[in-house]
C-alpha cells in the first residue's frame, strides 16, 4: 500500500462530531460587557434553565409525580400493607358512631383512589382523619398510628366535663375552656354547676376560681348567671342570690368576706331573698315581700 492510499484513508475517515452549543451572535456579544466566551456560557445556562423549566411544567401538568406516588402506594398495597381494620381507644363519653363514619369514609377514599377493594396504608391521610376528628366538641386531641401491617389505632383524647351551660332554652355540657362538648336533656343533667346566660361557658374558669376560695358556700351554689357579659349572680339551694361585683378581684374579695360572714352569722338559709355586694364595703340586702296591711273598714251609710 503506497504513502498516497495511507493519506487518502485517513483524510476520509469521519471526524467526531462536537455536541451543539449556544453561542451568541458577535454583534450582540460585541455590546455585552464580557467576553465572547463568558457570553457564550451564560447563554447556555439560560437556555439549559429555560428547557428545565418547561420539562417541569410539562410534568406538572400530566400529574406525573401524584400519578407515581398512587401507583406505588397501589403497589405497596397489594404487596399485603393494606387496612384490614382499626381500633379506637380513649373514648369513654363520646359516641363511637361519628369517629366510625370518618374513619371508614376515609379508607373508602384512598381504596378507591387506588383501585383496590381495601385501602393501601399509604394512601390513607392520617392527617385528614386527625383534622376531621377535631371538629366534635368532645375531642380534644387524636392520635392516627399505623400499625403495620394491616392495621390504625385511632387513639382519642376526651374532654372532661366541668359545667351545665343554658342558653336560649338550650342544656349543654362544657369542659373547663368552655368548650360545647354535648347537647343534655333537662331530664339527664348530671351533677355539674350549671352555668346560665350568653357567654357564660367562656367564664368557667373564672367562676371555678372564685368558688375555690370559698369552700363553705361551693357545695351550695345550684347556678351562676352571667349578667351582662360583667358579673355573677350566685344562686344558692337555699333560695337565696348574692349579686357580685365586675372584675375578678373585687369579686373575689366580696364573695370571701360574705363566706366569712355566713359562717359566723349564718346568713343563707334564713329566708332572705338576695345579697347584693356590688357596693365596695356595704352589702344590701332584701327581705322577702312583707305582707300588706289591712286596708282600714269604711263606715257604711245606711
Known amino acids: 500500500m503506497t504513502a498516497a492510499h495511507v493519506r487518502r484513508g485517513a483524510s476520509g475517515r469521519s471526524k467526531p462530531r462536537k455536541s451543539a452549543k449556544v453561542t ?11 467576553d465572547q466566551a463568558r457570553a457564550n456560557k451564560v ?11 418547561i420539562a417541569l411544567v410539562v410534568v406538572m401538568a400530566l400529574d406525573i409525580p401524584a400519578k407515581a406516588e398512587r401507583a406505588a402506594a397501589a403497589a405497596v ?5 393494606t387496612v384490614s381494620g382499626y381500633q379506637i381507644v380513649g373514648l369513654t363519653h363520646m359516641s363511637r358512631a361519628p369517629v366510625d363514619a370518618v374513619v371508614t369514609d376515609e379508607l373508602h377514599r384512598a381504596a378507591d383512589e387506588a383501585g383496590t377493594d ?5 394512601l390513607v391521610d392520617t392527617s385528614a382523619i386527625r383534622r376531621h376528628l377535631l371538629q366534635f366538641g368532645w375531642v380534644k386531641d387524636a392520635r392516627i398510628l399505623r400499625r403495620l401491617p394491616d392495621t390504625l389505632v385511632i387513639d382519642i383524647v376526651e374532654r372532661k366535663p366541668a359545667a351545665l351551660w343554658q342558653n336560649q332554652g338550650q342544656l349543654a355540657l362544657i369542659d373547663s375552656e368552655g368548650v360545647v362538648l354535648d347537647r343534655v336533656p333537662v331530664d339527664k343533667m348530671p351533677d355539674l354547676p350549671l352555668l346560665i346566660g350568653p357567654g357564660a361557658n367562656a367564664e368557667e374558669q373564672e367562676l371555678a376560681g372564685l368558688m375555690a376560695d370559698v369552700p363553705t358556700l361551693k357545695p351550695q351554689l345550684a347556678s351562676a348567671t352571667w349578667v351582662g357579659g360583667r ?12 349579686a357580685l361585683p365586675e372584675g ?9 368576706k360574705f363566706a366569712r360572714l355566713d359562717k359566723q352569722t349564718a346568713l ?12 365596695p364595703g356595704k352589702m344590701i340586702v332584701r327581705l322577702p315581700h312583707a305582707i300588706e296591711p289591712a286596708k282600714p273598714a269604711q263606715a257604711v251609710v245606711g
Open 248 to 256: 375578678d378581684d373585687a369579686a373575689r374579695a366580696a364573695l370571701v
Open 77 to 81: 398495597g397489594h404487596a399485603g400493607f
Open 268 to 279: 343563707l338559709g334564713r329566708g332572705l331573698v338576695r345579697f347584693d355586694l356590688r357596693v
Open 231 to 242: 358579673r355573677w349572680d350566685l344562686n344558692f339551694q337555699s333560695g337565696e342570690t348574692v
Open 43 to 53: 447563554a447556555g445556562l439560560v437556555f439549559a434553565a429555560f428547557m428545565l423549566a
Open 24 to 34: 451568541v451572535p458577535k454583534r450582540i456579544a460585541k455590546r455585552l460587557p464580557v
Open 118 to 122: 381495601k385501602a393501601p396504608q399509604a
